[in-house]
């Protein structure tokens, strides 16, 4: 053991042509890897070799997670590295899945190195001072049908049966997305212990000794009181649930409502070895806990030299990118099962049928969904791709002081949000760009005074919006957002960053009363009505999705602008296009207020005084000190 950093060498593969396969080569050739490549010969080192070295196609993230494997096998010889490799742990979690039968044959079946890598990395990361599992979360994604129930099955009942020896009153879950996934995923983990019962004495013995019974709800132990719970994802019973391991099956459905991960991990905080394993595909909507998690450990993943989230697991079999849709010998990256020789021809035609299907129907973003493991927007009326969405959130700090800005606003029918949406155009390198900041009012009048119902209900999580300054949450006894919350927000932003703006556009049919209240407050503005119909909304619609496809706008980490621009659709008519919802509970209202603001900003590059009064100005010396003034007269007027 050392306690130096010096021979650790670390990346941020965010950047610009720092690639872990590339860097994995450069570090080999000087040695770099020789002792680990000498020590350890488990299945995730053979495999992350594997993959680095080019001998096993792979996709990025897997790419970077190997790296990650292989680096932290390198730090784990420092002295202040938490975390050891366990070679011991690894050797029985793979021995005991050579024993388990494959859910549907019955047998035990062979499994894949990539297989066994899942295993070793979950089982065989350990703490240095307490020799508990690393990872508290794991992530695992990989492309539909490609065996991801026969390996939390094994997780599942290897915990059960064997790290629970000793031990009494243990609580374990399988979770589904409702009752029949559930009770599908509880049958066949009875079929396993009823396989390893008939057939194997140790576990017949260790079976009858710890009195084991299942049934279709509950897998439990008469003698320790240890048991598996199958559960559903709207059950309800997370807050009081206080499990060793969790498997939530199926994480991308939007059964998962927010904040599923923190309830089940704030009632584990105690246990000894806590792990959750969220599995899944990619899922359609992409406004779901999972989706989440993708994007924030995607960036966790990337940096090497960045030890945040260092007990989450992130392993995702995915394509790289669209193109790939057309090269075949490419889809092994998100279905890994094509390596094995007896499935590789069944599953590679059942592919290539799906694909056909799908494309000929028009739903071929469909097949990259779901098969290819890719988080698309699938329906074709879909505003925005979502990596269109995604390219647009920035972190690099943009400086909104003293600017000129337009103002569009969303008043709120009922329970929608009522939205504020601050443009401000600037050029970046000759480029007409726009950096978009919203503001949204969130009513809870028919959400029982209640914030997370009505966070469940709309699918986004309004109280990180608010910690974020991107919503203001009602704060009367009835839940309504009043015209006054809206105008002290607006007058005050307006003031706090010395904003100029160069209009505030709205519809006249439900903001009567707030403008009147905001014109009064601010004569020097424009106010400007834009009616709500489609001749009027076409132009500007069609130019928001434009800038985002040309990686024009830019706007911070959101959740609820993010939400809101996944849930528009196109509304196609004769007379041109606007964006509406599939469903009453999705939000839009901010992409609507931000269109309403892009019908006068997209001016700003060639007239930004468009709005002015004819023959006016507004005042020169506006938002200028008494010394700017001062300096202004003395240095053009020679006093």
């Not at 559960?231 to 499990?243: E, I, P, R, V, Y």
């Not at 919006?465 to 203001?472: E, I, L, M, P, V």
């Not at 006894?477 to 160069?502: P, W």
């Amino acid at each position: 053991m050392t306690s130096s950093k010096d021979n650790i060498k670390e990346f941020d593969f965010n950047k610009t042509g720092i690639e872990p396969d590339l860097e994995y080569a450069k570090l080999n050739s000087q040695h770099y890897w020789d002792g680990i490549k000498a020590t350890y010969k488990d299945p995730a080192t053979k495999y992350a070799i594997k993959v680095l070295s080019g001998k096993q196609i792979a996709g990025r993230k897997i790419k970077l997670a190997m790296f990650r494997h292989l680096n932290d096998l390198k730090r784990s010889q420092l002295d202040n590295f938490p975390y050891k490799y366990d070679l011991n742990a690894v050797r029985s979690i793979i021995k005991f899945s050579k024993l388990c039968p494959d859910v549907e044959s019955g047998i035990p079946t062979p499994l894949l190195l990539w297989q066994d890598a899942i295993l070793a990395l979950i089982n065989g990361w350990r703490s240095k001072k307490t020799s508990e599992k690393r990872f508290t979360y794991v992530y695992l994604s990989i492309g539909r049908t490609n065996g991801k129930t026969y390996l939390v099955n094994i997780l599942l009942t290897y915990a059960y049966l064997i790290e629970n020896q000793g031990k009494k009153n243990l609580d374990f879950a399988y979770v589904g997305t409702n009752d029949k996934i559930s009770k599908k995923g509880m049958r066949y983990l009875s079929s396993t212990l009823d396989y390893l019962g008939q057939n194997l004495e140790p576990f017949k013995r260790l079976i009858d000794e710890q009195n084991i019974a299942a049934s279709a709800d509950l897998i439990q132990s008469f003698s320790n009181k240890s048991q598996i719970l199958r559960l559903t994802a709207g059950s309800g019973k997370f807050d009081s649930l206080h499990a060793t391991l969790s498997v939530l099956d199926e994480y991308g459905d939007p059964a998962y409502s927010d904040g599923v991960i923190s309830r089940m991990s704030s009632g584990n905080v105690h246990q000894f070895n806590k792990q959750i394993i969220a599995t899944s595909s990619a899922y359609e909507n992409s406004n779901v806990p999972m989706y989440a998690d993708y994007k924030r450990l995607s960036k966790v993943v990337s940096e090497d030299n960045n030890r945040q989230s260092d007990d989450q697991l992130f392993l995702c079999w995915e394509q790289d990118n669209l193109n790939e849709t057309d090269k075949p010998e490419l889809w092994v990256k998100s279905n890994p099962l094509l390596d094995l020789p007896s499935m590789h021809d069944r599953l590679m035609a059942g592919l290539n049928a799906e694909k056909d299907r799908q494309e000929q129907a028009g739903r071929l973003t469909w097949f990259q969904n779901r098969n290819l493991n890719m988080w698309l927007k699938v329906s074709q009326s879909k505003f925005l791709e979502l990596d269109d969405i995604n390219k647009a959130i920035s972190d690099v700090p943009f400086s909104i002081d003293n600017r000129d800005v337009y103002v569009g606003l969303d008043l709120s029918h009922l329970d929608d949000d009522s939205s504020l949406a601050f443009l401000f155009p600037y050029f970046d390198d000759g480029k007409q760009k726009v950096h978009i900041i919203q503001h949204s009012f969130v009513p809870t009048a028919h959400s029982q005074g209640s914030i997370s119902i009505k966070s469940k209900r709309d699918g986004i999580n309004y109280q990180l919006a608010c910690d974020k300054g991107f919503a203001s949450i009602s704060h009367n006894e009835d839940g309504f957002i009043d015209n006054d919350q809206i105008a002290a927000y607006f007058n005050e932003f307006v003031e706090q960053h010395n904003l100029n703006v160069k209009a505030f556009v709205y519809d006249a049919w439900t903001a009567r009363v707030l403008i009147d209240m905001l014109e009064a407050a601010n004569q020097e503005i424009p106010f400007i009505s834009l009616a709500q119909k489609v001749s009027s909304l076409d132009q500007p619609t069609r130019l928001l999705e434009k800038m985002f496809i040309r990686g024009l706008i830019t706007f911070n980490d959101d959740p609820i602008l993010t939400a809101s621009l996944s849930n528009a659709i196109v509304w196609p008519t004769n007379a041109g296009i606007k964006i509406d919802k599939f469903a009453k509970s999705q939000k839009i209202d901010c992409v609507d207020a931000i269109i309403d603001a892009l019908s006068e900003s997209q001016y700003w590059y060639t007239d930004p005084n468009r709005n002015e009064p004819e023959g006016t100005s507004k005042h020169p010396f506006k938002g200028k000190s008494n010394e700017d003034v001062s300096d202004y007269f003395i240095n053009n007027f020679g006093f």
